[in-house]
């Protein structure tokens, strides 16, 4: 007889800080009915595990330290184990890394560069085959005397690479060469002074970019055009009502996969907003925000099916799911887990 059809079960994977307090990187199982989570174990064989991914059954981390690493972890069994050993990304306080064309990008926030590292047939990674530093600085002294690469991952459409750089108020695309894992830098889009760029995701239809800024509470729109691997930025959009109490430092942003929502979390006002998009996914409209479930919300992830949210809440120590209206795309808080300095959270 065949077989059931039977869905594997969802994972879940936390990152934390184990310099604050965190326990390094948890796993746990999801309930599928309700999307809790039940931590199963947990590994602090890396330091500062504060971003995951997670490819082909294997999670890589990085380690966001002055010396900066990237690992790879089994997460085969209960416990996530290391496969292979660490490497360096010779670049300071790596915050951000994404899987493709059979490598690991990582984006070093602390000296402003990315690097490259291949995966090998086991999924662990060999050492780095380049890295590539930005130049630049923005107005803001205390946060943008130069460059400082917060989240690089890939972009629809071709060998193209977008890294998001706080420092100097841009967005610069690279194009891999899968053979020799080579960056080669193919443009930049300047984004307002003074903005502070941290994150971006893409529309479903891939003609579309969402740039969340951390230095103002904004999201800039923008037109991506894949054949020729060029961001043009249309304009921001505020992500906080108006009166909302400051400072405020927007994290992270994710979209619908149907194109219809989009929600950011944002430090400081410790919440979720909620915007719409239009049809062509050019316009976007704040239409309100949640309390975020705890304090200063690092991350923000949308489950598999695209009816809930996980937010990583780094100063309360914890992760809140919220069940997502369908209609409103409005959250509703679920259910939550502590997770001390909590910085991440993928699904798969």
Not at 9 to 32: E, K, M, N
Not at 282 to 299: F, H, S
Request: aromatic share 4%; proline share 9%.
């Amino acid at each position: 007889m065949g077989g059931t059809g039977a869905r594997r079960p969802v994972r879940a994977f936390i990152g934390s800080f184990t310099s604050a307090g965190g326990r390094g990187v948890l796993a746990a199982d999801v309930d599928a009915a309700t999307g809790a989570l039940t931590v199963t174990g947990a590994t602090d064989a890396v330091a500062d595990p504060s971003f995951l991914a997670l490819a082909g059954g294997v999670l890589y981390a990085v380690s966001e330290t002055e010396e900066g690493a990237v690992a790879a972890l089994d997460v085969s069994g209960a416990v996530p184990r290391p496969l292979g050993e660490p490497r360096p990304v010779h670049g300071s306080g790596p915050t951000h890394l994404a899987v493709t064309s059979g490598h690991v990008l990582t984006a070093n926030y602390g000296c402003g560069s990315v690097t490259a590292l291949p995966l090998r047939v086991d999924g662990s990674l060999g050492p780095a085959t380049d890295h590539v530093r930005h130049e630049g600085s923005g107005p803001v002294a205390d946060r943008q005397s130069g460059p400082h690469a917060h989240q690089v991952l890939p972009a629809p459409g071709g060998p193209w690479a977008a890294a998001v750089d706080l420092g100097t108020d841009s967005v610069r695309v690279y194009a891999l060469d899968p053979a020799t894992g080579a960056l080669r830098p193919h443009g930049e889009t300047r984004l307002d002074a003074g903005a502070g760029p941290r994150h971006l995701t893409f529309h479903p239809a891939g003609t579309h970019a969402y740039v969340l800024n951390e230095l103002r509470p904004t999201l800039t729109v923008c037109r991506w055009d894949a054949a020729e691997g060029v961001l043009e930025a249309l304009g921001e959009v505020p992500v906080l009502p108006e009166g909302a109490i400051a400072p405020s430092y927007p994290s992270e942003v994710v979209v619908a996969p149907d194109g219809r929502f989009l929600w950011v979390a944002v430090r400081g006002d410790d919440s979720l907003a909620v915007l719409a998009l239009d049809a062509s996914g050019e316009k976007a409209e704040l239409v309100t925000t949640v309390p975020c479930g705890g304090r200063w919300p690092r991350d923000l992830t949308l489950d598999p099916s695209g009816r809930r949210l996980y937010a990583a809440n780094e100063r309360s120590g914890d992760v809140t799911w919220f069940d997502i209206d369908p209609d409103s795309g409005i959250p509703r808080r679920a259910g939550s887990i502590a997770a001390p300095a909590a910085s991440c959270v993928v699904l798969g």
